[in-house]
């Protein structure tokens, strides 16, 4: 019986995980735009993506790197607010931070931090 109800619980789970909506994009406020060198947008959406990733060692949020037409989008999604913040970085090397415009209610600082960081070593300075 316990088997039954896990497995039923875990594929609930991944279908809601599947089924979460993107935010319109006016609910986006942006915070921060740099660039980096064209040659280095690709690590440089890599690095925000490991980077993200160490900002939450504590709270359950799942982040996540897609390509898209003329660039990269790396996101965090927490586990009871939805997408939290995303960063496009452009194949021409510009790079965008966004938060939700509701962010107080969120800690967004581990992201901002880990933003500047990867500029800082992907920059050419």
Same mark, same amino acid.
């Given at each position: 019986?316990?088997?039954?109800?896990?497995?039923?619980?875990? #594929?609930?789970?991944?279908?809601?995980?599947?089924?979460?909506?993107?935010?319109?994009?006016?609910?986006?406020? &942006?915070?921060?735009?740099?660039?980096?060198?064209?040659? @280095? #947008?690709?690590?440089? #959406?890599?690095? &925000?993506?490991?980077?993200?990733?160490? @900002?939450?060692?504590?709270?359950?949020?799942?982040?996540?790197? $897609?390509? $898209?037409?003329?660039? !990269?989008?790396?996101?965090?999604?927490?586990?009871?607010?939805?997408? $939290?913040?995303?960063?496009?970085?452009? /194949?021409?090397?510009?790079?965008?931070?966004?938060?939700?415009? /509701?962010? $107080?209610?969120? /800690?967004? !600082?581990?992201?901002?931090? #880990?933003?500047?960081?990867?500029? /800082?070593?992907? @920059?050419?300075?």
């Amino acid at each position: 019986m316990r088997r039954i109800i896990a497995t039923a619980w875990i #594929a609930l789970a991944a279908t809601g995980c599947g089924n979460t909506p993107t935010a319109i994009p006016e609910e986006f406020v &942006l915070w921060k735009t740099v660039r980096v060198p064209a040659a @280095s #947008a690709t690590a440089f #959406a890599n690095c &925000l993506e490991q980077e993200f990733y160490k @900002s939450h060692s504590v709270t359950a949020t799942t982040v996540r790197q $897609q390509r $898209q037409p003329g660039g !990269s989008r790396v996101e965090t999604w927490g586990s009871s607010r939805g997408l $939290q913040v995303r960063a496009d970085v452009f /194949d021409d090397g510009r790079a965008e931070l966004r938060e939700l415009k /509701d962010s $107080q209610l969120v /800690d967004t !600082s581990g992201e901002r931090r #880990a933003f500047l960081r990867c500029f /800082d070593l992907h @920059s050419p300075y």
